[in-house]
């Protein structure tokens, strides 16, 4: 039986907090509106408020129904946050960049993102399951799907319109799974509207949050087959991500502003 007061629970709670969180970081702009602002694509001035906001939201939804999808998706978040601040200069983008440069002994924000991604979604993945095979993939799947969800940051609303698209199917199962993707849901849907018209953009921070908890929604609704197949793509979307970002970009959201 699906728990629809558990869904509309979870979707409410995050998209409420999520509304609540941007108002605030507004009202207050922490450090100077200054630090809240940056040129995106089209070199239009965005606020930065959707982030943390989207974050912070989307852990306390997914904490409700599973702890250990709550930290990993703060982890997904705060590693975001660090690559935000600290790598707000560097041009370098993808795996092998950041990988090429740890080789050469510089540790890039973009580097300490990807492992810290990783080996909270791992420490996620050994919560969530009970098998060590199944434990292993629920990581690379949590660690995965918020690498993937970045990926096609590249456009206003890509990444939230992508998180409610892809947690759709989730809604339609039962128990802790449809619980999770409806926070990821509640959260996307909370900021996509400003994201579209390009007030916001969630960043690093947001992305991976929201990325973050679609993995985990994933990992509670499947076993060790459905895991296996999840984790393939999301390893094969990293192995190509330039051309998952270029695909991102050419496609244009409803509602979304065009570059003039």
Request: proline share 3%.
């Amino acid at each position: 039986m699906v728990n629809l007061p558990g869904r509309t629970a979870s979707f409410g709670l995050a998209a409420a907090l999520t509304r609540a969180g941007i108002a605030g970081l507004r009202a207050k702009a922490p450090g100077g509106r200054g630090r809240w602002e940056r040129k995106n694509y089209a070199g239009r001035t965005v606020e930065l408020y959707a982030g943390p906001a989207t974050a912070v939201a989307t852990a306390v939804g997914a904490g409700r129904v599973r702890p250990a999808a709550g930290l990993a998706v703060l982890a997904a978040g705060a590693c975001g946050a660090y690559d935000d601040v600290a790598g707000a200069g560097d041009s370098r983008r993808g795996f092998r960049a950041h990988l090429g440069a740890l080789r050469g002994g510089e540790v890039t924000s973009g580097a300490v993102k990807l492992f810290g991604i990783s080996a909270a979604g791992l420490v996620a993945g050994a919560l969530l399951k009970e098998r060590a095979v199944d434990k292993v993939l629920a990581g690379v799947v949590i660690a995965g799907a918020a690498h993937f969800v970045n990926l096609v940051d590249v456009r206003p609303g890509a990444a939230a319109g992508t998180v409610v698209a892809l947690t759709a199917p989730g809604l339609l199962r039962s128990g802790p799974g449809a619980e999770l993707a409806a926070a990821a849901m509640g959260a996307a849907a909370a900021v996509l509207p400003d994201d579209l018209a390009e007030r916001t953009m969630l960043g690093d921070t947001g992305a991976h949050a929201l990325g973050a908890a679609l993995g985990a929604a994933v990992v509670a609704s499947n076993g060790r087959a459905g895991l296996a197949a999840h984790a393939a793509a999301f390893v094969a979307a990293a192995a190509f991500g330039e051309r998952v970002s270029e695909a991102a970009r050419a496609v244009v959201l409803p509602g979304a502003r065009t570059a003039e």
